[in-house]
DNA sequence: GGTCGAACTCAATGCTCGTAGAGTTCAACG
DNA sequence: CGTTGAACTCTACGAGCATTGAGTTCGACC
């Protein structure tokens, strides 16, 4: 019966140490998940963390660093590949926030920077330097910059009321239901100057 | 040299311990914060929290409890005594999150909510009994929860990012510039039913 | 001026936490 | 088959936590 030292077998152990801290992370935030618990999960001792990751720091950063979805959608942005950017952008949001591990991740994020402020440090550096300057090229207003955070503020209070504190309807609602009326929301944010609805396509 | 027993002079003790607890509360969240902390900022012993309010808990909706405000405009929303509700519903919750009592008390509540579940209940049950409801029934239309919710979340989103990321420029925005693109967006979330824009009010 | 309760503090209990260090077991390579 | 280093666990430290209970000091009323 083996109780200390090296397991047989492959070591996946790694992996699932990462997973349960981004569980973890992402449904108590960084200062309410404590090592041990994520150890628990992991079905490991506390002090492996440590020995993998050196500080519970470090495990968080590894554990939530942003996935790459973003950064993709940024570059996209810039390079003037998306034809409806309004709608690319919710629906990537959306759909990051419904798969798994990237729920968990920006979950984790949102989580951890409001009782945390290196978290809170991270999550501002991570919105304004990958997001909000791709999304403020789009309009060419002279307040393009402050509409552009409405349209992130926006975004960040649906995961909010969506997914932390859940308040009904929208915590169930489904991603076209949301899609049909954010986007046109959006787009009147980053509308570019000269005039409303160039289109006719403000929600009814 | 008096170290214990009761003070001489007027004891505005209890108000102080809730005026340190509202500020801890509102900057860390409910988990972060401790007893400790907010009797040292007191000037107290910690077990003398114990003694007025018997728990952290306890202390914790005796300082936070939702300012009248909100519930005044729910009510005045709900007897038609709104002129013009968007704007209304805007203009109230920035200045709220402007007066060091409300802003407080606000931040209390989302931070906490986030790394706490009853304090997310709380939270929770405020916003659909007490302000999502009205704001429903502005609307004629089948989506109206749906629509009501999303105003929350603009709004809540807006907080997240003004105070507690603090993310530019919304940040550092006035109120003005704020109420000048989230008014509308607010007006067609919740305009009735039958065509876009009436008065042609949509944000350019 | 005596008493009584409210306003306070001290010291301690029993918990959880992050992290350190030393020790054990295994896989891989010579 | 021996060695080496990675993968793991045990135990322990020092700190901070909420809460308790017993004790001290004062204001207010008789």
């Known amino acids: 019966m083996p109780r200390t030292g090296r397991r047989p077998g492959t070591p996946g152990t790694r992996q699932t140490i990462l997973d349960a801290a981004r569980r973890r992370f992402a449904t108590r935030g960084y200062d309410a998940t404590s090592l041990r618990a994520i150890a628990t999960d992991a079905e490991v001792d506390p002090a492996l963390l440590v020995h993998y990751f050196g ?28 034809e409806d950017p309004p709608e690319a952008i919710v629906r990537t ?12 991740a920006i979950l984790a994020q949102v989580r951890s920077a409001v009782s945390n402020e290196k978290a809170a440090r991270m999550l501002r550096e991570f919105l304004t330097a990958q997001l909000l300057s791709a999304v403020a090229e789009l309009s060419g207003q002279p307040d393009a ?27 169930g609602a489904s991603e076209d ?27 009814a």
Chains 1, 2 share one sequence.
Request: avoid cysteine; charged fraction near 20%.
């Open 93 to 104: 949001y959306l759909r990051a926030v419904d798969s798994d591990r990237s729920r968990n």
């Open 55 to 82: 500080t519970k720091e470090a495990l968080f950063v590894a554990a939530t660093g942003f996935p790459a979805l973003f950064s993709d959608l940024a570059a996209r942005l810039r390079a003037g590949q998306v």
């Open 145 to 171: 910059a402050l509409r552009a955070s409405l349209v992130a503020a926006q975004l960040v209070g649906i995961a909010m009321l969506r997914h932390v504190v859940r308040v009904r309807p929208l915590a």
């Open 177 to 203: 239901e949301v899609v049909a009326l954010v986007v046109p929301v959006v787009r009147a944010y980053l509308q570019p100057a000269g005039g409303p609805s160039p289109s006719g396509k403000v929600p």
